[in-house]
């Protein structure tokens, strides 16, 4: 199976709090204005972060393991590779032994993305192209590589494969996150993708991702077989406006102790303010 090499990979040992911290990968959300990394707020069993609108964000993934793993990312509900209404068995990157990248956007090309955005949910990318139903979640489904079967080789193919191996290979970008290929990954039988509960009525229109500004972000394609065709993790942060994480309950609000009303406030009667 043919898959995708991309440039944007950090090692792991890079210090960054994660929004959602699973046994084969973390999943934090960074504001890439500000460079911090988004704090979480636990509320009903789900994680929440606060963007805010007009910020350009970038998506964490982090390999805990010392093999390769796919992590297939949805935003929206929309692949952020294929643009395709999210599957699990589907495109997405693959990250070496204790790797980690920095997802900016939905790629376009293999040399380009288009930056990730809060912005309101009416120009989210998925509701301008008639998927509005899952705006609000970002989700990555996690997959191990089928280890590899070894057999003895004749001595006919062993010589092919060591004059194989010394060629010259193409030149790629520096990386070691991949990207599986849509052809391969398309002819898995998908399944149904989650349903998003419906929120309660907010007193502003919630958040989306939109289809920000070009930028570059290189990629390449490399192998990638699943050991399973059920993802082995989805580790899924939800995310809204920090007004509607607090109109909903999500984020606390401190509020102000009452003070006793005092019937000798002063001592002697002031001029009225104006």
């Known amino acids: 199976m043919k898959s995708l090499l991309a440039a944007a990979v950090v090692l792991a040992l890079s210090v960054s709090a994660a929004a959602r911290a699973g046994n084969l990968i973390d999943v934090g959300v960074i504001d890439r204005d500000t460079g911090a990394t988004l704090p979480t707020h636990m509320h009903d069993g789900k994680l ?19 093999m390769r793993v796919l992590t297939v990312l949805s935003v929206d509900g929309v692949n952020a590779v294929t643009g395709e209404t999210a ?4 495109s997405g990157y693959v990250l070496g032994a204790y790797q980690s990248t920095e997802v ?9 993305i288009a930056q990730f955005n809060f912005t309101n949910l009416g120009n989210s990318y998925a509701a301008r192209t008639g998927r509005p139903d899952n705006v609000g979640v970002i989700g990555v489904a996690a997959f191990r590589e089928k280890p590899p079967v070894w057999r003895e080789l004749d001595e006919k193919i062993a010589a092919r494969a060591a004059e194989s191996a010394s060629a010259p290979l193409p030149a ?11 052809a391969a990954a398309s ?9 998003r509960p419906i929120p309660a009525p907010k007193p ?14 290189y990629a390449s394609y490399t192998t990638f077989e699943r050991a399973s065709s059920q993802p082995d993790e989805i580790d899924s942060v939800w995310y809204d406006s920090y007004r509607n994480l607090v109109a909903r309950g ?3 609000v401190t509020r102000p102790i009452a003070v ?3 019937a000798f406030p002063n001592h002697f009667v002031p001029d009225p303010a104006g």
């Open 250 to 252: 999500v984020i606390p």
């Open 260 to 262: 006793e009303p005092q």
């Open 87 to 90: 599957n699990a068995r589907q």
């Open 172 to 182: 790629t970008a520096p990386s070691a996150a991949k990207v599986e290929s849509n």
């Open 48 to 66: 929440y972060i606060a963007g805010a609108p007009g910020h350009r964000y970038a998506v964490r993934i982090v390999n805990r393991t010392g």
């Open 104 to 112: 900016d956007g939905w790629r376009k090309s293999l040399s380009e």
């Open 204 to 217: 502003e229109e919630s958040l989306g991702t939109g289809h920000g500004a070009r930028e570059a972000s």
């Open 187 to 195: 002819a898995r039988q998908g399944y149904a993708d989650a349903t």
